[in-house]
């Protein structure tokens, strides 16, 4: 007969046994920054400094604003993996939006694919600026429907007056006209720099206004920030600096320029619902107005080198917010992890699949915008798929199982 302290030993080891074996579901983070004319900012790289904020935040979305080039993108994917190696990105496309304008900005995003894959993305052609769509598919390890996230990450026009809050206008048209076309109850988040200076602004109120199919709602649901700053000042998000040393704005934190709406069917308890009060500008206190971030680095939760950190980063602060994922996914990470390889990517005649578990229901090809093209079903799990005949582009190829997608994207040539 075991004694009681003995006993005692053996109940914690099989309790710390279920515990690994179940994993310990997490919140799902989220960051959306403008960085600022990416990679370089007076000639020096901020691959670096961004790490520090990433590594200290740990986004599982991260939505970019202001990158000026691929390679500045590649470069912060690469540092996100190796931080730690289970992200993945959008396709970087140069602006199309507006040719004839030399000052082009291109957004893009970051996900932990462990929780998420790519299973669309769009450049979304409006008169001044692209938006970019995406939509993810989310690894909840549900048995059933499909849950899936659509992301729409936008830098509307800059600048004060009429004709620059039209140009506002006319980009949040385009956005809230392709939300038209989502089914309705869709998961949906719009992200990015917004450039308003008030909720009275147009382009602002477009974007909540009133749509059965999918409303947006501001999460924090203040709509007189600019009308009492010095109250709201912990939600402002531009400047971070009093004397700007580069491209950016000066003049410390005085407005509320960055944002995530979200949905309706992202309120209340389901998966990718939005957690009350996670919504915050990242080190900002709401003792800074009219000053440089540092200047109040006094009483920050946020540590002194992360607040010098995103002052020299950006002139803009990041919006942080945290999604609910209720569903433990350790095992499931193990059990999906590199189900379908692809090879040789980029393609030119034949894409070859190797698929590394049970074999799916079925296998589809998505263009860029989401037409399928193709369907096929696996008999075994090596098969080479002639490409010869598609356009050279972005395809998806997809396993659909009963429980779950699994999409891997590849470049014809």
């Known amino acids: 007969m075991l004694s009681k302290d003995l006993f005692l030993k053996y109940i914690l080891l099989l309790s710390i046994s279920f515990v690994l074996q179940i994993g310990i579901s997490q919140d799902i983070k989220v960051m959306s920054y403008n960085i600022l004319t ?20 740990e986004p599982d979305l991260f939505f970019i604003q202001e990158l000026k080039s691929e390679q500045g993108f590649l470069d912060i994917l690469a540092d996100f993996n190796d931080w730690k190696d289970n992200y993945d990105g959008g396709t970087y496309v140069d602006q199309i939006s507006n040719p004839s304008n030399s000052w082009r900005l291109q957004q893009n995003i970051i996900f932990n694919k462990n929780l998420f894959s790519l299973i669309e993305e769009e450049v979304i052609v409006t008169d001044y600026r692209d938006v970019n769509y995406y939509k993810l598919y989310f690894k909840d390890g549900q048995k059933g429907d499909s849950t899936f996230l659509h992301i729409y990450n936008t830098h509307l026009k800059s600048s004060t007056g009429v004709n620059n809050e039209q140009l506002r206008l006319g980009m949040a048209e385009f956005v809230i006209d392709h939300i038209r076309n989502l089914p309705q109850n869709s998961k949906i988040m719009v992200a990015g720099d917004f450039n308003v200076y008030s909720s009275s602004e147009p382009a602002y109120q477009h974007l909540l206004s009133e749509n059965a199919t999918n409303q947006l709602h501001d999460p924090i649901n203040r709509p007189d920030w600019a009308n009492n700053v010095i109250g709201h000042a912990e939600i402002l998000t531009q400047s971070t600096r009093a004397n700007s040393p580069g491209n950016g704005a000066g003049g410390g934190i005085d407005d509320r320029f960055d944002f995530v709406l979200i949905s309706t069917a992202m309120k209340g308890n389901s998966n990718l619902s939005y957690i009350e009060e996670s919504y915050q500008a990242l080190g900002n206190n709401g003792t800074c107005y009219n000053q440089s971030l540092l200047d109040c680095a006094t009483g920050n939760e946020v540590p002194f080198d992360i607040l010098r950190s995103l002052q020299n980063m950006s002139d803009h602060i990041p919006v942080v917010l945290s999604l609910n994922n209720p569903f433990d996914i350790s095992s499931l990470v193990e059990e999906h992890k590199f189900e379908i390889n692809l090879y040789p990517n980029p393609a030119k005649d034949i894409i070859n699949l190797s698929i590394n578990s049970r074999l799916p229901d079925y296998i589809k090809i998505n263009n860029s915008v989401g037409k399928t093209i193709k369907t096929l079903t696996p008999k075994t799990s090596e098969m080479s798929i002639h490409i010869s005949h598609l356009n050279p582009g972005i395809y998806f190829v997809t396993g659909v199982f009963k429980d779950h997608h699994i999409s891997q994207k590849f470049i014809i040539l």
């Not at 990416?38 to 935040?57: A, N």
């Open 38 to 57: 990416f990679p370089e900012e007076g000639g020096i790289d901020r691959t670096d400094t961004l790490g520090k904020i990433i590594r200290y935040y």
